[in-house]
Structures are given as C-alpha cells and as structure tokens.
C-alpha cells in the first residue's frame, strides 16, 4: 500500500494569531499545486489555532490543522489545560504529543502520552506521537530499545482501528534544532524498527498503514534524502516551517 506522505510544521512557541494567519497564506501560493500527492499539516500554538483555522476554511485550503498538546479529560476544573473538544471545535485534525521539549520542560511521561493518545483518537482526531533518544543513549548504542519501549508505552491500550491512522515521528534530541541529523539510512533503521513494533503490537495492516515521519534539523538541502527511504513517511518539521519559503520546499521535496 502506498502511504501518502505527510510534511507537518511544528511552529512550537512561535507566531501571534494575526502572524500565524499571514504564514498560511503565504504557504498556500507556494504548497496548493503538491496537495493531491502530499499531505501538508500546520501546528500553530495554541492562540493561533483559531485564525489559522479560520484561513484554511474561507480560502478552502487542503491543508490539515494540529494542536501542539492536549489535556486528556473533557471537560473540569484544569486550570490552564486545553481539551480535545475544544481542538475538534477549531476543527483540528491533529495533535502533536510527546515531544520531546515536552518530555524535558513540561515533565510529559509514557504514561501521560499514553493517556491523551487515547483522548486523541476516542475524539477522533489523530495523534503524532513523538518519540527519540538522546545523545547518551545513542552513544551507548541503545537507540532502538529505548525508541521501542517509548513507542510501546504510548500505544498501551489502543485499539488496532486507531492503530491504522496513528503517526509517529521519530525526532533524535540531538537532532532537534542543532542542524545535526542521523544518516537517512541510519534514520531509516529507526523507523523501520518503530514500524516493526507497531506491527507487533496491533498486526500487519497497522504496520503498513502507519506513517512514521523523520524531524530532527530538516531542511530544504536534506529533506529529499530523508523522503528517499522506504520506511519514512514525511517530516516534522520545527525551524524551517516557520518560513514559507523554506517549508514549501521540504513539501515539494516528498513529492
Ligand atoms: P527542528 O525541530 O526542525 O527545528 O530541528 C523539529 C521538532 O522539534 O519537531
């Protein structure tokens, strides 16, 4: 089966609601033509889910919309928290979690992950699910048990329906935002390793369905020999989405 590529912009904390809504204009002259064969997603902060949402409906864009995190309940006295229904209402389709500043400053666990995993689909939005060794583990040549048992506990639970629709991104720390990047072969055994995991937890058909994206300082120059390999699916894509320029570029380069 041949899965359709998916480019994801994590804009982290980065772009008012007004810059947020210039940005997917902008991205939208230069992405529109690459929408039937790649899948294009935006993650704005939270205050820009709204005005972004609101460019995407009016101008009738193919592009999909992804929080940054989520709580997991409903509804309640959460002071500061977000909820999945609150997301859907802004017509989110996404909702990064797990990543890995989130792990480091916000004290995210498996467990938590695990949690609005759930939350995620049983709304009926979709998860990227981000998971990544850091630079001691993969001096110690750790890298895929550690991403394995990441990948396990985060999928705890889930039914193989959801399974089918899950993205994971496999983001090394060391990668993140330093221009470092793994060879895309050694990116590629991770990944394939991710897909293999899943397959073992849920079946098959999860295993080929499922989108494993590569983040971690792409940029327009690398992106092409990340897309080249078999076991990765995309990118998510931190610094260089924040440009339209730059982000259109790595989009056209998983065509
Ligand atoms: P980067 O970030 O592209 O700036 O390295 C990727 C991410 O954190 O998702």
Redo the contacts with the bound molecule.
């Keep these: 089966m041949e899965r359709r590529p998916l480019v994801a912009g ?1 804009w982290k904390m980065y772009k008012t609601a007004g810059e947020g809504a210039i940005l997917v204009q902008n991205l939208e002259e230069r992405v529109s033509a690459y929408w039937a064969e790649v899948e294009v997603a935006v993650c704005p902060p939270f205050t820009a889910l709204k005005s972004v949402s609101t460019v995407i409906e009016l101008d009738r864009l193919e592009m999909s919309l992804g929080a940054q995190n989520v709580y997991w309940e409903d509804e309640g006295a959460f002071t500061g928290e977000v909820s999945p229904r609150m997301l859907v209402d802004l017509r989110c389709d996404y909702v990064i979690v797990g ?1 890995s ?1 989130r792990r480091e400053y916000f004290g995210e666990t498996d467990e938590t992950v695990n949690k609005k995993v759930k939350a995620i689909f049983a709304a009926g939005m979709v998860p990227i699910v981000c998971v990544g060794e850091s630079l001691a583990t993969r001096e110690a040549e750790e890298t895929e048990t550690f991403v394995r048992e990441q990948v396990r506990g985060a999928l705890q639970g889930i039914d193989s329906d959801h399974a089918q629709r899950l993205v994971i991104a496999y ?1 090394p720390l060391w ?3 330093t221009g470092r990047t793994p060879t895309p072969e050694g990116a590629n055994d991770v990944c394939r390793s991710i897909r293999a995991t899943v397959g073992a937890m849920f079946g098959p058909p999860s295993a080929i369905a499922l989108r494993v994206l590569y ?4 940029k327009p120059e690398n992106a092409r020999t990340f897309f080249a390999e078999p076991d990765i699916d995309g990118a ?5 989405a924040l440009d339209a320029e730059s982000f259109a570029e790595i989009v056209a380069a998983a065509l």
């Design positions: 994590n990543h500043e983001e990668a993140i935002g983040g971690g300082s792409v998510l894509v931190g610094g260089a």
